[in-house]
């Protein structure tokens, strides 16, 4: 079964600083990955996914996540930090699929990211 | 984004009685699940639904029944609500088989006393 490890709760900031929120996963062959964002009393909104290809993704508002398969992590990126960035962050995989087509997304317990101005 | 409603998007019942929650989509997508989001717990999903009539259980299903008669709509019922099933509750849907990202509605929140 897969498995999505954020191993912060909490995550810091000053505004202007790089954040990074960790993400380690654990799937059985390619994963697919996945950063969403949820701010107060709203869903998810996606921000950026990994496929295939570079490991470098980039994704809204700025952010990007970087794919390291030797180290099986994908972990969320921003070079400048927003006060507006303070959010819930979920990072996601998804499994491989069953013989019947069906496809399960796996989250993270979620970090949350407090910018401070 | 999936054009996905949620209904009710707030409701309080007491221990003891169905509750229904239901999912609706315009876009036509095969995949639908339901999740509840739990502090300390993140996202945990309990059912899901590949098709009309095909549905399948996630981590948490005990005590959570769905439906699935049409494409556009996704229905999760809960029997006999408990206390414990206090949560948020969110529908998402997406082409999950092929890009693999989902699309989130805004969250049903139930109490139950």
């Known amino acids: 079964a897969q498995s999505v490890a954020q191993p912060e709760d909490q995550v810091n900031v000053a505004e202007g600083n790089p954040l990074t929120v960790k993400c380690t996963y654990s799937?059985?062959?390619?994963?697919?990955l996945f950063w969403y964002v949820q701010y107060p009393n709203r869903g998810l909104q996606f921000l950026l996914k990994?496929?295939?290809?570079?490991?470098l993704v980039k994704g809204s508002y700025g952010f990007e996540a970087e794919f390291n398969k030797s180290q099986t992590s994908f972990h969320l990126k921003k070079p400048s930090a927003l006060v507006s960035d303070s959010a819930l962050y979920f990072c996601?995989?998804?499994?491989?699929?069953?013989?019947?087509?069906?496809?399960?997304?796996?989250f993270g317990k979620g970090t949350k990211l407090s910018v401070i101005p | 984004d999936a054009g996905i409603t949620q209904s009710p998007r707030h409701k309080v019942t007491e221990t003891g009685t169905p509750v229904t929650l239901r999912c609706h989509q315009t876009?036509?997508?095969?995949?639908m699940y339901w999740y509840r989001q739990d502090p300390g717990h993140g996202l945990r999903l309990i059912h899901y639904?590949?098709?009309?009539?095909?549905?399948d259980k996630g981590e948490v299903s005990d005590g959570y029944s769905v439906s699935r008669s049409k494409t556009e709509d996704f229905l999760l019922t809960l029997e006999s609500a408990t206390s414990s099933q206090t949560s948020v509750y969110f529908c998402?849907?997406?082409?999950?088989?092929?890009?693999?990202?989902?699309?989130f509605g805004e969250g049903s929140r139930l109490t139950v006393l």
């Open positions: 996601a995989v998804r499994d491989m699929g069953s013989g019947a087509g069906s496809y399960q997304l796996t």
């Open positions: 799937v059985s062959g390619n994963p697919y």
């Open positions: 990994y496929i295939t290809g570079d490991n």
């Open positions: 876009e036509n997508h095969r995949y």
């Open positions: 639904s590949y098709g009309v009539k095909d549905t």
């Open positions: 998402a849907t997406g082409a999950v088989q092929s890009t693999g990202e989902l699309f």
